[in-house]
Every structure is written in structure tokens, then in C-alpha cells.
């Protein structure tokens, strides 16, 4: 019997032996968070928040790793290098699914190399004037800059953020003309936009609402098909009949490619259970959120849904990178 034919046949089943033994007793050591973005910010809150709470359940620490530089290229390049064993894991949120549209050679394929595991989270943006600004309603906003084409101006915290695309966003399902001043980072522009140095912002609620709370803002809709019981005076969207302007903040988890599913499995169970408990809606509401907890191939659809949507709109909007 010729066994040399058989020794592929035989090296591929050791292999896949070997990949089912380490994923039943996933996790057996620490496991690693990267988050792309600085200590304190809403998607590295989550990350800390669900290091902490996943852990508990797996029964392994999980070490939040703040990898921040390139608008969340190091970070992202960081995870989808790394070997696909589960162990260290990316947080996704809405910059992640810009990128693709906005950045033509990134080093690497967000759409091919990232196993998606769980949208964890969401929130709502919203629409924040400076106080010294006329209007109390996004109508009156609407009708002001429709009288005064050109005049009237939004920032952001940079060329693609989220906030810049939400502005723009915003423009289009209102008809309106606004003029884009880009800050580098949120810090800067809400520090403006408090002090009537800029006229709107459109941020996520998280970011907002501390400054909301202590009445240094006003809100004018929520960018969401209902109301947010967070701020349950404000429109929604949908009820200000600006159904396109409906757009979410979330933060989520992947993997790198090729991390074998029933370790993807493993990790969205514990990511769902630990978010979804008492404590982990509670935690997540302090900040504005509220839970997701989709399945792998749910988070992976929003995923590619969300790229096609914003691609479409740096497209429209002519929107280049800084």
C-alpha cells in the first residue's frame, strides 16, 4: 500500500483534531482587547465595561490594550496580523465600517479579514445646538438655514468621522445647506460648540448627554425611530420626518479571519450573556447605551450593510481623508 497518498489526508485530520481540542477548552489564558481609540472614550468604556463582565464568565482576565494612532488603522492592523486563535479580539464600531469607503489602500481587508463575533452595543446620535443659537426644535433649525443658505455651520472632529458623516447625513435629509468646520477630535468641537464658536454637532448620545444634563446644550432630535428614554422630550428622526437621517452608534467585537467558529461561538455567548445581564444593561445605560447581543453572522451583515451605506455617502458627499 502506497501510505505517502495518505499523508496529507492524515495531517489534515491531526490539524483539525488539534483546532477542535483548543477551541473545547477555549480560553486556557489571558484574553486581549484592542481598542484603536484613547482611554475614555465610548467604545473603549464598553471594551473595559465587558472585559469585565466576560471575564467573570470564561474565567480568564481580559487586559484592555489602547492601540491608538492612524484613525484607528493601528489598531485595526494590530488585530487582523494576529494569530487566529481567539485570543485577541477587536472592538468594531462605526469608524470601522467608514474606513473601507473613505481610505482606498488600507494595509489590510476589513471586509476579509476580520471574523466578525458580536454587536455589543448601540446608541443613538443626536443633533446639539450652542443655547445662543434662535431655534428650540430641529424645524426651526431647518427653516433658519433654509433663510440663510450657506451661513449657518456644523462641526466635527475631523474629515470622516462619524460626526462629520452625520452631519452630512443630516444635511441631505433636511435639504439644507451647512458649511463643514473640522476639528481634530470631539474634545475641541464641543468645546467650540459650547462656547457659540460653532452653531450644531451631531455626536453620539453618550457624548453628548453629559453636556445635555448640565444644560450646555440643546438637543433637537435623536437619530433613532423612536425616542430615546434618555430624552424623552426630543423627536426622533422618524418623527420629525427625517426617516434617512436614522443612524446608530454602536460598538462591537471581531476576531481575525480564520479564528475557528466554535471559538467565535464561544465568545459571542459570553459577550451576550455578560451584556445582556442586569448589571451589564445597567452599566451600559449609565452611558447611553443599550445592549445588542446579535448573533456572528447578524454582526457581520450589519457590518458589511453599514460599509455599502457609508461608502455611498463620502461618495455623495465628496468627503476626503485628512
Known amino acids: 500500500m502506497n501510505m505517502s497518498r495518505f499523508l496529507p489526508v492524515a495531517a489534515a485530520l491531526t490539524?483539525?483534531?488539534?483546532?477542535?481540542?483548543s477551541a473545547q477548552t477555549f480560553p486556557v489564558r489571558p484574553?486581549?482587547?484592542?481598542?484603536?481609540?484613547?482611554?475614555?472614550?465610548?467604545?473603549?468604556?464598553?471594551?473595559?465595561?465587558?472585559?469585565?463582565?466576560?471575564?467573570?464568565?470564561l474565567g480568564q482576565p481580559f487586559v484592555v490594550d489602547n492601540k491608538v494612532g492612524g484613525g484607528g488603522l493601528i489598531?485595526?492592523?494590530?488585530?487582523?496580523?494576529?494569530?487566529?486563535?481567539?485570543?485577541?479580539?477587536?472592538t468594531?464600531?462605526?469608524?470601522?465600517?467608514?474606513?473601507?469607503?473613505?481610505?482606498?489602500?488600507?494595509?489590510?481587508?476589513?471586509?476579509?479579514?476580520?471574523?466578525?463575533i458580536i454587536t455589543a452595543a448601540s446608541a443613538p446620535h443626536v443633533l446639539v445646538v450652542n443655547l445662543g443659537l434662535p431655534v428650540k426644535t430641529v424645524q426651526d433649525f431647518?427653516?433658519?438655514?433654509?433663510?440663510?443658505?450657506?451661513?449657518?455651520?456644523?462641526?466635527?472632529?475631523?474629515?470622516?468621522?462619524?460626526?462629520h458623516l452625520g452631519g452630512e447625513l443630516f444635511k441631505t435629509a433636511a435639504g439644507i445647506d451647512l458649511v463643514h468646520i473640522p476639528y481634530k477630535g470631539a474634545g475641541a468641537v464641543l468645546t467650540d460648540l459650547m462656547a457659540g464658536q460653532v452653531q450644531a454637532l451631531v455626536t453620539s448620545l453618550p457624548t453628548a448627554l453629559p453636556h445635555i444634563?448640565?444644560?450646555?446644550?440643546?438637543?433637537?432630535?435623536?437619530?433613532?425611530?423612536?425616542?430615546?428614554?434618555?430624552?424623552p422630550d426630543?423627536?426622533?428622526?422618524?418623527?420629525?420626518?427625517?426617516?434617512?437621517?436614522?443612524?446608530?452608534?454602536?460598538?462591537?467585537?471581531?476576531?481575525?479571519?480564520?479564528?475557528?467558529?466554535?471559538?467565535?461561538?464561544?465568545?459571542?455567548?459570553?459577550?451576550?450573556?455578560?451584556?445582556?445581564?442586569?448589571?451589564?444593561?445597567?452599566?451600559?445605560?449609565?452611558q447611553g447605551l443599550t445592549p445588542v447581543v446579535n448573533t456572528p453572522a447578524q454582526a457581520s451583515q450589519q457590518a458589511?450593510?453599514?460599509?455599502?451605506?457609508?461608502?455611498?455617502?463620502?461618495?455623495?458627499?465628496?468627503?476626503?481623508?485628512e
Request: charged share 20%; net charge positive; aromatic share 6%.
Open 15 to 21: 490539524i483539525a483534531a488539534g483546532s477542535t481540542a
Open 31 to 57: 484574553i486581549t482587547i484592542v481598542v484603536p481609540y484613547a482611554v475614555g472614550g465610548t467604545t473603549d468604556i464598553v471594551a473595559r465595561l465587558a472585559a469585565n463582565q466576560v471575564a467573570n464568565g
Open 234 to 286: 426630543v423627536p426622533s428622526a422618524k418623527e420629525a420626518k427625517l426617516p434617512s437621517f436614522v443612524m446608530d452608534f454602536w460598538v462591537g467585537f471581531a476576531a481575525p479571519a480564520g479564528t475557528p467558529q466554535p471559538v467565535i461561538d464561544t465568545l459571542n455567548k459570553a459577550f451576550a450573556a455578560a451584556l445582556n445581564a442586569d448589571d451589564g444593561k445597567r452599566r451600559l445605560a449609565e
Open 92 to 116: 468594531t464600531e462605526m469608524s470601522f465600517t467608514i474606513a473601507p469607503g473613505l481610505l482606498p489602500k488600507m494595509p489590510f481587508d476589513a471586509q476579509k479579514d476580520f471574523s466578525h
Open 213 to 231: 444634563r448640565s444644560g450646555k446644550l440643546r438637543p433637537l432630535v435623536v437619530t433613532s425611530e423612536a425616542r430615546s428614554p434618555l430624552l
Open 75 to 90: 489598531g485595526w492592523g494590530t488585530v487582523a496580523r494576529a494569530a487566529p486563535d481567539g485570543y485577541t479580539v477587536l
Open 142 to 163: 431647518i427653516a433658519l438655514a433654509k433663510a440663510k443658505p450657506g451661513t449657518m455651520n456644523y462641526g466635527s472632529g475631523g474629515n470622516g468621522t462619524n460626526t
Open 304 to 321: 458589511a450593510s453599514e460599509t455599502k451605506r457609508w461608502a455611498a455617502v463620502v461618495k455623495s458627499a465628496n468627503i476626503k481623508p
